[in-house]
């Protein structure tokens, strides 16, 4: 049996499993299995291994996606300069286990936001300054749209604002809004960032990474003042896809 696995802290629900189960099933991989790995730290990641399966690949979602990185012989070149890791790749090499990390929310994120953008696009605020950002940022730059991060920290870093200095003349001049913190996920679904939705026209692309509910209370605003709008859930196919793609490649 092949084992393929989620690392996390509360897993729950789980989008990898689901995927991955549902795919082997279709496909008929019935020595294919996807499994959650629950980690109270990631002390217990090495602990993973010592439980008997054939582990051929994993996923590794927050808050473990940095704290991952000392645990790996090898990092993606991408991954490395964002600073994170969500897909790990398990081979052997002179005998060992070798493991190697990559950042698949890259290329999720990158194929799900393009398709909204027009050439009016090139500024992009971003709300919330958390490990989701990361790969945000890393594929903003790529595309050299300008940005700045909506931040609740104490310290601000460069190219990070407070949400009070979010105006109806700040979101004019950022056509992208990309909503990158936890609020308004499942249960929580009356929630949504403080920022001036009346402001929004339908020049605005809102895109929240938040898939649970399909529509949140964020993009129901956004959508009610003509904005373009899309969930997180695309992304998530991407990235997965993309994982799959790594571990068998």
Not at 140 to 166: G, M, P, T, W
Request: hydrophobic fraction near 35%; charged fraction near 25%.
């Amino acid at each position: 049996m092949k084992t393929f696995g989620l690392i996390g802290h509360r897993l729950g629900y789980s989008f990898s499993r689901n995927f991955f189960n549902e795919k082997f099933a279709k496909e008929n991989l019935s020595e294919h299995e996807y499994v959650n790995f629950e980690l109270d730290s990631i002390a217990e990641f090495s602990g993973i291994f010592e439980q008997g399966k054939k582990i051929s690949g994993l996923n590794c979602t927050i808050p473990y996606k940095q704290q991952i990185m000392p645990f790996l012989d090898e990092i993606d070149a991408e991954a490395a300069q964002v600073g994170a890791v969500n897909t790990v790749k398990i081979t052997t090499k002179n005998g060992k286990r070798f493991l190697k990390g990559f950042n698949t929310d890259i290329y999720g994120f990158e194929n799900s936001l393009c398709p909204l953008l027009e050439e009016k696009h090139r500024k992009a605020l971003i709300l919330g300054t958390g490990g989701a950002s990361k790969a945000i940022k890393h594929i903003l730059n790529k595309l050299q749209i300008e940005f700045v991060s909506a931040s609740i920290e104490e310290q601000l870093f460069e190219k990070e604002i407070r949400y009070s200095e979010i105006t109806g003349k700040l979101l004019k001049e950022y056509p992208i809004i990309i909503q990158a913190t936890p609020l308004g996920t499942f249960p929580n679904v009356d929630h949504c960032p403080d920022i001036p939705y009346q402001s929004i026209t339908s020049d605005h692309v809102c895109f929240d990474l938040v898939y649970n509910p399909e529509e949140t209370l964020f993009l129901k605003k956004a959508k009610s003042q003509g904005a373009k709008t899309k969930n997180g859930l695309e992304m998530l196919y991407l990235q997965a896809i993309r994982a799959w793609e790594i571990w068998n490649a």
